[in-house]
């Protein structure tokens, strides 16, 4: 069984208003083994929305269409549909009267153009409107399949179709009220269940070659990844007839691309890596503390580690040392080493960590120096130039600190390179906390 979302509206068309509908229609019919043909956006014109029934309506079993049944001159999905079903729009006595009293409960006259929402094309059925004034509309659509060739019909099959108000809260409870039971009983106990593993520090191509077959079109249940935000995550969906036969194939779909890509996978679905951090530092029967010292990055590292409720567990303070000034006097750093390795070296930020490690007495303390841009580079230290410090116990001496540091060269703009640093020195750190070596 598949489903087309059709939203209308110009706001949405235009990118004034973020079509949220679409997705969270998307989530709801997964629960159900509810299959999704496409989703489509269609401006406030007549014509156009009719095409677009015609269109969706061929390729789904079941059209849900949110928006365009208010009161004003725009709004003409009912119309739309009324052309496409051949039929005429009739007045719903039940659902006027309803609309005067809604009104009357206010101790006001109901406009006259509201009466076009209680307005349904003739045979479909009124879908009632718990939050707002416009009544929801039901029909079924005949297709016919025609061979070209003779101009007969050669098969006949049918679209559901459910027009919803584009308003979320009222087309949210629509849905579940009126058209989620409908859906939920046609799939017949069919679902989808959903996983989404997240990884950091390779790119994408680079996890589709670890993954191997398990990324083949087709298998069930599938894997294909995603990337945002420099976070590459693997999403994988099981559509089985049963939730038991789904579960269980999603957990072993699960295990294996675990098995494949290993620690580069450090967390699931809505963790992130401040959360895989925090649970990692909180975990040894020693209280675990960290902070940071940040030229290139001015504080992002920090954020990420703050933004949490509970962070001051385990963060404790932080340095923006962004000139070299800075850098000497706020962190001690030398200033022979800066003039002679530069700003941007390892030198540098191995003494920005063992000294913000020594004066925040934390267990360990990153240090992060580089060249964002979009100025800044030369033939040697490129734009993207990152180098990142992590200072730990020395394993050999509780009093002692040793130094972990890497330089790396990071891709993308400005903005992107930022972020980039910030969180491959939280990986530094997840790598640490699980006494493993940075695997790239």
Same mark, same amino acid.
């Given at each position: 069984?598949?489903?087309?979302?059709?939203?209308?509206?110009?706001?949405?068309?235009?990118?004034?208003?973020?079509?949220?509908?679409?997705?969270?229609?998307?989530?709801?019919?997964?629960?159900?083994?509810?299959?999704?043909?496409?989703?489509?956006?269609?401006?406030?014109?007549?014509?156009?929305?009719?095409?677009?029934?015609?269109?969706?309506?061929?390729?789904?079993?079941?059209?849900?269409?949110?928006?365009?049944?208010?009161?004003?001159?725009?709004?003409?999905?009912?119309?739309?549909?009324?052309?496409?079903?051949?039929?005429?729009?009739?007045?719903?006595?039940?659902?006027?009267?309803?609309?005067?009293?809604?009104?009357?409960?206010?101790?006001?006259?109901?406009?006259?153009?509201?009466?076009?929402?209680?307005?349904?094309?003739?045979?479909?059925?009124?879908?009632?409107?718990?939050?707002?004034?416009?009544?929801?509309?039901?029909?079924?659509?005949?297709?016919?399949?025609?061979?070209?060739?003779?101009?007969?019909?050669?098969?006949?099959?049918?679209?559901?179709?459910?027009?919803?108000?584009?308003?979320?809260?009222?087309?949210?409870?629509?849905?579940?009220?009126?058209?989620?039971?409908?859906?939920?009983?046609?799939?017949?106990?069919?679902?989808?269940?959903?996983?989404?593993?997240?990884?950091?520090?390779?790119?994408?191509? !680079? *996890?589709? #070659?670890?993954?191997?077959?398990? +990324?083949? =079109?087709?298998?069930?249940?599938?894997?294909? &990844? %995603?990337? @945002?935000?420099?976070?590459?995550?693997?999403?994988?969906?099981?559509?089985?007839?049963?939730?038991?036969?789904?579960?269980?194939?999603?957990?072993?779909?699960?295990?294996?691309?675990?098995?494949?890509?290993?620690?580069?996978?450090?967390?699931?679905?809505?963790?992130?890596?401040?959360?895989?951090?925090?649970?990692?530092?909180?975990?040894?029967?020693?209280?675990?503390?960290?902070?940071?010292?940040?030229?290139?990055?001015?504080?992002?590292?920090?954020?990420?580690?703050?933004?949490?409720?509970?962070?001051?567990?385990?963060?404790?303070?932080?340095?923006?040392?962004?000139?070299?000034?800075?850098?000497?006097?706020?962190?001690?750093?030398?200033?022979?080493?800066?003039?002679?390795?530069? !700003? *941007?070296? #390892?030198?540098?930020?191995?003494? +920005?960590? =063992?000294?913000?490690?020594?004066?925040?007495? &934390? %267990?360990? @303390?990153?240090?992060?120096?580089?060249?964002?841009?979009?100025?800044?580079?030369?033939?040697?230290?490129?734009?993207?130039?990152?180098?990142?410090?992590?200072?730990?116990?020395?394993?050999?001496?509780?009093?002692?600190?040793?130094?972990?540091?890497?330089?790396?060269?990071?891709?993308?703009?400005?903005?992107?390179?930022?972020?980039?640093?910030?969180?491959?020195?939280?990986?530094?750190?997840?790598?640490?906390?699980?006494?493993?070596?940075?695997?790239?």
């Amino acid at each position: 069984m598949n489903a087309f979302i059709l939203s209308i509206g110009d706001e949405l068309v235009l990118g004034q208003t973020v079509d949220t509908n679409s997705a969270w229609l998307s989530q709801q019919l997964a629960t159900v083994g509810c299959g999704i043909a496409g989703h489509g956006t269609v401006p406030d014109n007549q014509k156009m929305i009719e095409d677009a029934i015609r269109s969706a309506a061929g390729r789904c079993d079941v059209l849900l269409i949110s928006g365009g049944i208010g009161p004003t001159e725009d709004d003409l999905s009912r119309q739309a549909l009324a052309v496409v079903l051949g039929a005429e729009l009739e007045m719903n006595e039940i659902w006027l009267a309803r609309l005067h009293e809604f009104w009357s409960k206010r101790n006001a006259v109901m406009p006259e153009m509201n009466k076009i929402q209680a307005m349904i094309p003739r045979g479909a059925m009124m879908l009632e409107n718990t939050a707002g004034t416009a009544a929801g509309i039901r029909a079924i659509l005949t297709l016919c399949d025609v061979d070209l060739k003779t101009d007969s019909a050669t098969g006949i099959a049918s679209c559901d179709i459910f027009v919803m108000p584009g308003v979320p809260k009222e087309m949210k409870i629509m849905f579940t009220r009126e058209v989620l039971p409908f859906i939920k009983e046609r799939s017949g106990g069919a679902v989808i269940l959903q996983r989404t593993l997240h990884t950091f520090g390779i790119g994408e191509s !680079a *996890v589709a #070659e670890k993954l191997g077959q398990l +990324m083949n =079109r087709g298998r069930n249940p599938s894997v294909g &990844t %995603t990337v @945002a935000n420099q976070i590459v995550s693997l999403r994988i969906n099981a559509r089985f007839d049963s939730r038991a036969e789904a579960s269980e194939r999603l957990e072993s779909t699960t295990a294996d691309c675990e098995a494949a890509l290993g620690d580069l996978i450090f967390g699931r679905d809505e963790q992130t890596l401040p959360h895989v951090i925090a649970k990692l530092l909180g975990q040894g029967e020693n209280k675990l503390t960290v902070c940071t010292a940040e030229s290139c990055t001015g504080g992002l590292l920090a954020k990420m580690l703050t933004d949490l409720p509970g962070s001051s567990a385990y963060f404790t303070q932080g340095w923006v040392t962004y000139s070299n000034l800075a850098k000497y006097d706020r962190l001690g750093v030398p200033t022979d080493v800066i003039n002679v390795y530069g !700003a *941007v070296s #390892e030198p540098v930020v191995e003494a +920005m960590a =063992r000294n913000a490690r020594r004066l925040a007495k &934390t %267990t360990y @303390a990153l240090s992060i120096s580089g060249i964002a841009g979009p100025d800044g580079g030369s033939a040697t230290k490129p734009v993207g130039t990152v180098c990142i410090a992590l200072a730990k116990p020395d394993p050999n001496d509780r009093a002692g600190t040793v130094v972990y540091k890497r330089t790396f060269v990071l891709t993308g703009d400005r903005e992107m390179i930022r972020d980039r640093a910030a969180k491959m020195a939280l990986t530094m750190l997840r790598f640490e906390l699980l006494s493993k070596p940075l695997p790239f």
